[in-house]
Structure formats: structure tokens, C-alpha cells
């Protein structure tokens, strides 16, 4: 795993999810956030099952210039692509963590 800024939502539990076909918002137990809008994938859930990742905690994460990965409770992954033919803007990725400044990915 290389180093990421994502490694801020390490161990972290989801508290809301809320993703649609164009994009995805999940809040996090300490009131950080993070919202994707470049195109995604999802392996162990559905879009309609968005909830089953309440309360499951940020197990990996690893960033590459092609795509981010990021597990949930060891069982539920998101994949977004981060290829220049997947951007939809505003931009790729923006994370919010108290205390901290906000981070984007374009």
C-alpha cells in the first residue's frame, strides 16, 4: 500500500452513505466526508444497498494514478477510476477531515 491521504479515514466507521449512478457521498463517525464524482465500481453490494455500509469500519485504502481503492469492513470495496476519460467534475474526489484542509483529487 503506498502512502495516500486517504490513510486519514484508516479505521474510521461510515455513519452515512449515499451513492447514485453518477456519484457517492459517505460520512464518516468523526464527521469526516468523502465525496467521488468520477465513475466507480462497487464489489460485494449494490447501489440499492448503500447502507450496509453503516457502521463498517475503512479496513485498506491504496491510490494509484489509475484508480483508488477503498475497503469496508474487509467484505465491500469502491473502485473509482481515475483515468481523465472517468472525470465528471467538479472534480475526481474531495475529502473533508476536521481540522485538517480539505483535499481534492482532479
Do not use: C
Not at 455500509?53 to 469502491?78: H, M, P, Q, R
Request: proline share 3%.
Amino acid at each position: 500500500m503506498n502512502k495516500s491521504k486517504l490513510s486519514a479515514i484508516l479505521g474510521l466507521s461510515v455513519s452515512d452513505a449515499v451513492l447514485t449512478g453518477d456519484d457517492a457521498g459517505i460520512a464518516f463517525e468523526n464527521g469526516a466526508s468523502l465525496a467521488v464524482y468520477n465513475k466507480y465500481e462497487l464489489a460485494g453490494f449494490t447501489l440499492s444497498e448503500a447502507h450496509l455500509l453503516i457502521g463498517s469500519a475503512v479496513t485498506y485504502v491504496n491510490e494509484t494514478d489509475d484508480a483508488v481503492i477503498i475497503e469496508f469492513g474487509g467484505k465491500f470495496l469502491l473502485k473509482v477510476n481515475m483515468q481523465d476519460e472517468a472525470y465528471t467534475g467538479p472534480e475526481a474526489m474531495q475529502m473533508r477531515v476536521p481540522g485538517t484542509p480539505v483535499v481534492i483529487w482532479n
